[in-house]
């Protein structure tokens, strides 16, 4: 029986989207339709038809040369920068490209732990780096001001604050920087009584008191999965937004290679369809609350094993089933096993640290880094505003958190804040907390700062600048030492922290210098990394409470795109389409299949869910694969001062959240639902573009597999052709996707759309079904309703041997190079869309408007070497054929034989899981060519016979 896929719950079979142009719209056979009805259905008015035509006059632009010439900046030649990302804690390494200065571009360094590959939040910081709507210099009760007055202004106030007995509080998020960490606590020697407080929105607050609990360090895990041979997730994103999603992609990638020695089991327990649950090869749907449940089970049936007495676990027979078959599988593969958590909870997380003890993972799979945060996290700012409000705080000072939006109780901190005399914001953005602030002193973008952190394995990464700052701003941690009164800039900070606390590590470098220049090269400090076991303290264990009430129940979480927010007001990150559910511009409440039944809700009926006294309302988005009785909701949306891009889209849910002994309630919290009556309507991209239920995508599981490679794809057509056929040129790239890496997280799409310069067009056209993006991710689900597999696939242009979009361009706009390239000649299209209409795969886009770039701020971010599409114009995937000619030029002028691995693709160089093979397939040793003779690789409707140059590899699962 043939397995059926699926896109949506309302177009279960087959998924054909709705039309781009509604029924009896533009009638063929109709008569009525006028000319002037056509050009109004192209998208354009009568006025406008020389847009047509791609032959428009070019606008003259003037080149102004160097006053001063740097000699390591030779135009058209870009130059490469090492540095760190600072999107979120993984702190991944980073390779910059700048053209005359401009960074452009940003790429994993395979140096670091990371291994290269960048997410899609790494992908778009550059754009970030270029927000025309940050901070352009220092103010005082929001008015501009120098850096001179405010400097002033600030001492004088924190003197005042000491004279008075009244405290100085630095709200910071906690680092791993140890020069950061001077920094602070060098402000907290120089001006009296400070005190650090550590903050994040969505903290792994009680995972680091876990572990200092357990083994005597409150930090971070770290994972080897690719040591590993069976991995249990419990409500934890590892491979979307959790800890180090970069790293564990690329170690969850190398472990399920059918190559290797081993293919990693991934078995996901969670409430809501995570990214890492969707490519996981079990997968069972629970309540928050039954999650604790098992996990309960499964340490009592852990421990038993091990010797240990646990009291005995109230669950149900199914409950029961689920434990007993866990407990079994994690029991056989003791010392090559995970169990990964991310519940907030301490008394879970010290349970499954427990229980990697007695499975004898620690050291093995299991890592305890050696570095801690400072300053401390907390989740619950209760006391700091209690204080506020009873006068007790002189200064407070914003160190890249934003209370006033992402703390539970923002408001009344907005309110008890105005009692400190002395507010200062060090963020560069425009936040809800700095324009309640007196004194704002914005802080540099990452990549135009120096910067330092201590990596989970033990090394040193480093964080240079790769433009000069572009605003009159200045790094935070400079303005700490200004404070502080102490005379250095923190580049020279750094050095002197390196040289007194890193240089003695390094080995066979024999002067500072020396060591210096090579981790700056390198991103990366010439140290052994050590990570470490830790001791394990022991204990007695306590199994994580749990309630019986399964009633509605939320769940907040992070988006792989917006994170905690901080992201909202990048256009890249809001267009993104999410991994699972597609939606893009939007939050909404996610409500399971069932649910939705159950409740008699539709998608995009308007909800109202209410915790407490606090209400929001979203749209519904009926997600398969949800448990009963929940509803998800993703923080970071519902801005109201960040910028044009974030500012009122979607709604706050972190107001609706609560404590429970100290941390954050993320999970398993009781609300309310009540439709509202009103319906919004969803910008999603899943549906625009359907394969009418054809076999696009090929799986097959590990059994099946180790009987016969070719399991799962059978299906052969005889390619026989009425055209001779194109002379065979010296190369012949092409490429192929395995299915079995790719994880969906959209890091090549985003990487795809900087590289491109792809536009973003906005929320209404893209539910017109007129997003831009080259990559399209597909995303299909198989089985039940409640419990379906999913499989993701990225889609591009095939780049045919015999395209179909060829035979029927009117003008030459689109042929195929010596190469096998399919090229689109911009200069000759005229915009019939006959070759959209006639692509099979549907991955041509089509330039509706001539969509903006006239902030010359970000302008400043488009890529020299590919030229920006005006109205009219098809575009689609050219294989990176910039990228193409760089590594030929380079291999000429290096007088050398051209090499496919001299070339790398923009998605498949951001790839985290290494999913995407490029090269030559004339040179039969190369990665492609070997690929593509596995019995794995297929191509899409290969019944069509256009020979495509893009191939996919069959998904295989291994279903324990």
Request: hydrophobic share 35%.
């Amino acid at each position: 029986m043939e397995r059926e896929y699926w896109q949506s719950v309302d177009q279960k079979k087959p998924a054909s989207g709705g039309a781009e142009f509604p029924e009896g719209h533009f009638d063929l056979l109709s008569g009525s339709k006028t000319r002037r009805d056509f050009l109004s259905i192209l998208g354009f008015s009568v006025a406008t038809v020389p847009l047509l035509t791609a032959c428009n006059r070019i606008p003259v632009q003037k080149a102004v040369t160097y006053l001063k010439k740097y000699p390591e900046i030779v135009p058209g030649i870009a130059n490469w920068y090492a540095t760190t990302c600072s999107g979120c804690t993984a702190k991944c390494g980073m390779l910059i490209k700048t053209r005359e200065g401009r960074p452009i571009k940003a790429e994993g360094n395979p140096d670091c732990p990371s291994l290269g590959g960048l997410c899609a939040v790494g992908q778009a910081s550059v754009l970030s780096l270029y927000d025309s709507s940050r901070h352009s210099g220092p103010q005082v009760n929001g008015k501009p001001a120098s850096w001179e007055e405010v400097d002033r202004s600030i001492l004088e106030s924190l003197r005042s604050s000491n004279a008075g007995g009244k405290k100085v509080v630095v709200l910071a998020k906690p680092t791993f920087s140890p020069s950061t960490k001077r920094v602070l606590q060098l402000f907290q020697s120089k001006n009296g009584n400070v005190e650090l407080i550590g903050f994040e929105p969505f903290s792994r607050s009680s995972a680091l008191a876990a572990l200092g609990k357990t083994h005597g360090r409150a930090t971070l895990p770290s994972y080897r999965l690719d040591s590993a041979e069976l991995v249990v997730g419990i409500e934890v994103d590892f491979l979307g937004s959790w800890i180090d999603p970069v790293g564990l992609s690329k170690q969850y990638s190398k472990a399920r290679s059918l190559n290797g020695t081993h293919f990693l089991r991934h078995v996901q327990l969670e409430s809501r369809m995570s990214l890492t649950g969707s490519n996981a090869d079990e997968r069972i749907p629970l309540s928050p609350q039954a999650l604790r449940r098992v996990l309960s089970g499964i340490a009592q049936n852990i421990a038993s094993r091990a010797g240990k007495t646990v009291q005995p676990v109230q669950i149900s027979a199914s409950e029961s089933g689920i434990v007993n078959r866990i407990s079994n599988e994690l029991w056989e593969k003791r010392g090559k096993s995970a169990l990964l958590c991310d519940l907030n909870q301490l008394d879970a997380q010290v349970i499954v640290n427990q229980i990697n003890q007695l499975l004898g993972n620690f050291g093995k799979t299991v890592l305890v880094p050696k570095r801690t945060p400072l300053p401390a996290v907390r989740d619950s700012l209760d006391e700091l505003i209690l204080e506020m409000e009873q006068g007790k705080v002189g200064a407070l000072l914003f160190l890249d958190t934003n209370p006033v939006y992402n703390y539970r109780a923002g408001e009344r901190f907005r309110t008890a804040m105005a009692k400190v005399p002395l507010r200062v914001s060090l963020s560069g953005e425009r936040t809800e907390t700095a324009v309640h602030c007196t004194h704002v002193c914005p802080g540099n973008h990452f990549l135009e700062s120096w910067n330092d952190f201590e990596l989970a394995s033990g090394s040193y990464a480093i964080a240079q600048p790769t433009i000069q700052p572009l605003r009159a701003t200045r790094t935070a941690q400079e303005s700490l030492l200004v404070w502080s009164g102490v005379n250095s800039s923190y580049y020279q900070f750094i050095q002197d922290t390196w040289r007194a606390q890193i240089y003695s590590k390094s080995k066979g470098l024999s002067a500072f210098r020396e060591f210096w220049d090579k981790s700056l090269h390198d991103g990366l400090s010439p140290v052994a990394s050590t990570p470490d076991s830790g001791s394990y303290v022991g204990g007695a264990i306590t199994l994580p409470k749990a309630s019986n009430d399964d009633g509605l129940q939320l769940l907040v979480y992070e988006k792989i795109s917006l994170r905690d927010g901080s992201f909202a007001n990048n256009p890249w990150l809001q267009e993104m389409p999410d991994p699972v559910t597609k939606v893009t511009w939007d939050n909404y409440a996610q409500i399971g299949v069932a649910t939705a039944k159950k409740l008699e809700l539709e998608e995009g009926m308007v909800v109202e869910i209410q915790s407490g006294d606090t209400k929001i309302s979203l749209p519904v988005q009926v997600q398969p694969g949800g448990a009963e009785n929940l509803v998800a909701v993703a923080v970071g949306y519902g801005r109201e001062v960040c910028g044009p891009a974030g500012d009122g889209v979607g709604a706050n849910v972190f107001p609706l959240l609560s404590l429970s002994e100290g941390y954050l309630v993320r999970e398993g919290l009781p609300v309310t639902l009540r439709a509202t009556g009103q319906r919004y309507s969803l910008a999603s991209t899943q549906t625009h573009h359907s394969m009418e239920g054809r076999d696009i995508v090929r799986e097959t599981s590990l059994a099946a597999y180790r009987k016969d490679p070719g399991a799962g794809n059978k299906k052969r057509m005889p390619q026989e052709s009425m055209w001779n056929g194109l002379p065979k040129g010296e190369h012949a790239w092409g490429v192929a996707v395995d299915l079995n890496r790719c994880t969906g997280c959209s890091g090549c799409l985003v990487s795809c759309q900087a590289e491109n310069n792809v536009p973003v067009v906005g929320r209404e056209e893209v539910k017109n079904r007129r997003e831009m993006h080259w990559i399209r991710l597909d995303r299909y689900y198989s089985g039940a309703e409640d419990t379906p597999e999913v499989v993701h696939q990225p889609i591009f242009c095939a780049h045919c041997d015999h395209a179909p979009c060829e035979t029927v361009c009117p003008v030459l706009a689109t042929v195929q190079s010596s190469d096998g390239l399919n090229q689109q000649v911009y200069n000759r299209c005229v915009g019939t869309r006959y070759c959209a209409n006639n692509c099979p795969y549907k991955v041509r886009r089509f330039n509706w408007f001539n969509y903006p770039h006239e902030d010359p701020m970000e302008r400043m971010v488009l890529n020299p070497d590919v030229v920006v599409r005006t109205r009219g114009v098809m575009e689609k995937c050219s294989l990176c054929i910039q990228r193409i000619q760089e590594g030929k030029l380079r291999a000429k002028k290096e007088k050398r034989p051209l090499k496919d691995s001299d070339i790398k693709l923009a998605c498949q160089q951001s790839c985290p899981s290494d999913a995407i093979v490029f090269g030559d397939l004339n040179d039969p040793e190369s990665p492609i060519s070997k690929a593509v003779k596995s019995p794995r690789n297929y191509v899409l409707l290969e019944e069509l016979n256009v020979r495509p140059r893009v191939s996919f590899m069959t998904k295989v699962r291994d279903k324990g």
